[in-house]
């Protein structure tokens, strides 16, 4: 069964950090590109972070750029996100998902979905 | 960066009827690489559509994209009780965003 599994959530003050990790199963791993997507309470989707399966292109949204990094270790079938500076607007739900397609040239769709790691920005 | 504007915000109808949301791009989306996912209160989303039109695996028939350029819509052709959900477009291929989302509710 393909599987997405996030861990690493939970409160952190602002201005903290925390490191998010999801491990994949199911599929091989680095044949494919992934993602962070969030999902602040009651709010739409909004993607924040992309890999490409080698590590060779790495993206971020404008409003994590500079405070987040994406990461991913293929031997351990695992994608991370460090997230530095912790921001209120941060408080969301990080869910990690896959990209669609074989080693892409582009980011593609998002196949598949953890369930997500809720992130709370409090102090 | 490209802004997508889905619309209407919400849609009420009832079961068996057909449902038409709406996704327009700030600027054209190239190679169609648009997609549709639907949302149900506590779950990830699931992917519908891709490339603009074509379903996604188990994605029953009466889920239909189409549209290209900066203007895209999906269809469902006749709506069943779990197709009560939000539904979510999205640009990829370069920096990936979302559209603000479009609620069908049960009239």
């Known amino acids: 069964e393909v599987q997405l599994v996030e861990s690493g959530g939970g409160l952190v003050q602002p201005g903290r950090s925390l490191r998010l990790s999801c491990a994949a199963s199911g599929f091989t791993f680095d044949d494919y590109a992934m993602h962070w997507v969030r999902q602040a309470p009651g709010k739409g989707l909004e993607w924040v972070s992309g890999?490409?399966?080698?590590?060779?292109?790495?993206g971020y949204a404008d409003s994590v750029k500079g405070r987040f990094t994406i990461s991913r270790d293929n031997a351990k079938n695992s994608l991370y996100l460090q997230m530095n500076s912790l921001r209120a607007e941060d408080t969301a739900l990080y869910y990690c998902?896959?990209?669609?397609?074989?080693?892409?040239?582009?980011?593609?769709?998002?196949?598949?979905w953890g369930q997500g790691t809720m992130v709370t920005v409090s102090s | 960066e490209i802004v997508l504007t889905q619309s209407p915000g919400t849609l009420s109808l009832s079961p068996g009827e057909r449902a038409t949301l709406s996704c327009r791009a700030s600027q054209s989306v190239s190679s169609s690489y648009l997609a549709w996912y639907q949302q149900k209160p506590g779950q990830a989303p699931r992917l519908l559509i891709y490339?603009?039109?074509s379903r996604a695996t188990g994605i029953p028939d009466r889920f239909s994209g189409s549209g290209s350029g900066t203007d895209f819509t999906l269809t469902i052709s006749r709506l069943e009780p779990e197709d009560f959900a939000v539904y979510y477009c999205q640009q990829y291929g370069s920096s990936p965003a979302f559209g603000g989302g479009t609620k069908v509710e049960i009239k």
């Open positions: 490339g603009a039109s």
């Open positions: 998902a896959k990209d669609a397609r074989i080693a892409a040239r582009h980011w593609d769709a998002f196949d598949i």
């Open positions: 890999i490409s399966w080698n590590s060779g292109s790495i």
